[in-house]
């Protein structure tokens, strides 16, 4: 089983590809398509500017396969920008269109507080099978200044000058603003969800390895 780590050449890629292996997948840095079509999950890091995101994304080609990933209900998981690029757009970057997988913008932390929260923050959540397992209360490392808006897709927040969106998960999409590679037992049990979910994903979607080859 692999789980394709999209490589569009921006941030610490690597960090994800290895505490992924750290919980027993086999990940992969990869900005093929066919590689990422046969991927048992997709992951897509990201860290810095969300316009240059972005613009890395498509200009490394990767924004379609990313999409046919989510449309074929292979399991995603979006980290920090990752997570933000999902949106329609952020206020970092007006001008950049995101995937608009997720409806809704990024929009800057509140006024009266340090922007960008670098710090552990506790999560205030409802079940989810993202987290299911860790301990409370739930510590997570985040370092932004933007955050996605409040929808039914929210799964956790974090209380920083006011509720933040943490998570969200809709069907076998997930994503957080936090970094799990980054916090520790907490973040790696979170990864060895996603990959729990990587393994069951053939299963509950029907589909096997080669249906998603032709969608590449």
């Known amino acids: 089983m692999t789980i394709a780590v999209l490589d569009y050449g921006i941030g610490n890629l690597r960090s994800a590809q290895k505490a992924l292996e750290k919980v027993g997948a086999e990940a992969v840095l990869t900005s093929a398509p066919a590689e990422i079509a046969g991927a ?6 990201g860290v810095g500017h969300f316009g ?3 613009e890395a994304l498509r200009a490394s080609g990767l924004e379609v396969p990313a999409r046919r990933a989510v449309d ?6 979006g980290i920090c920008i990752g ?21 809704g913008r ?8 340090k ?5 552990w923050n506790c999560l205030d959540h409802r079940p989810t099978p993202m987290l299911a397992g860790l301990d409370e209360p739930i510590w997570m490392y985040f370092v932004h200044s933007y955050a996605p808006e409040m929808s039914a897709d929210v799964v956790a927040t974090c209380d920083y000058g006011g509720p933040v969106v943490a998570a969200v998960v809709r069907d076998n999409l997930w994503a957080t603003q936090f970094h799990p590679e980054k916090s520790g037992a907490a973040g790696l ?8 979910t990587c393994r069951a994903g ?3 979607t029907g589909r096997d390895v080669s249906d998603r080859h032709q969608l590449a």
């Open 189 to 196: 049990r979170l990864l060895a969800n996603f990959v729990a």
């Open 202 to 204: 053939d299963d509950r």
């Open 52 to 54: 240059r995101c972005m």
């Open 106 to 113: 990024a929009r800057l932390l509140p006024d009266g507080v």
């Open 72 to 77: 074929a209900g292979t399991p995603f998981l």
């Open 83 to 103: 997570m933000q690029m999902l949106y329609e757009g952020s206020d970092e970057a007006p001008e950049a269109k995101g995937l608009g997988i997720l409806a």
């Open 40 to 45: 048992a999950g997709v992951v897509l890091p």
């Open 115 to 119: 922007r960008p929260q670098m710090q």
